[in-house]
């Protein structure tokens, strides 16, 4: 079945590599992290993320989030800073403060086997550069189950089939 699928996206698949810095973005927020999520903006009002609409981000000004709650061009953009423990006026975070707070999630994190089998049949399609990096992925023995409820189970199709 699987080669089916692949047949019919036509073209070959773009493999795109990506780098070894796998990082965890939890410690961010954690107790001792440069940024907590706040229940007010800088004004007092209360923060209602589900009212916003419009995000801005600024590379110039880490932790600080510009925002609006409608898309009219005329509205003027809230202030929510993130950055904990400093004074309105003065919340700034250094640039790249992230390389120093964030660290490399653990190594040993791996895929199931099923997954590293599915990835492996698809070798045929991948360019060879990559075939090493699919073989060497390292597998963490867990089990993962179809529970999607609209497929049927395998007991389900196996009596279809008796039937017939």
Excluded: C
């Amino acid at each position: 079945m699987g080669d089916e699928v692949v047949d019919s996206v036509g073209d070959s698949f773009k493999v795109v590599e990506m780098g070894n810095k796998i990082y965890d973005f939890a410690l961010i927020l954690e107790k001792n992290g440069p940024l907590i999520m706040r229940e007010k903006l800088d004004n007092g009002q209360k923060m209602y993320w589900t009212k916003t609409h419009w995000f801005q981000y600024k590379a110039s000004r880490p932790g600080i989030v510009n925002l609006k709650t409608n898309f009219s061009e005329d509205a003027q953009f809230e202030t929510y800073s993130m950055v904990r423990g400093m004074s309105k006026k003065s919340r700034q975070l250094p640039e790249n403060w992230w390389l120093e707070t964030l660290q490399k999630v653990p190594p040993g994190n791996g895929i199931s086997q099923e997954k590293k089998n599915n990835l492996i049949s698809l070798l045929p399609f991948i360019d060879e550069t990559y075939h090493d990096f699919y073989r060497s992925l390292k597998v963490d023995g867990a089990i993962i189950e179809d529970t999607d409820p609209d497929l049927p189970s395998e007991n389900e199709e196996e009596d279809h089939e008796d039937e017939d």
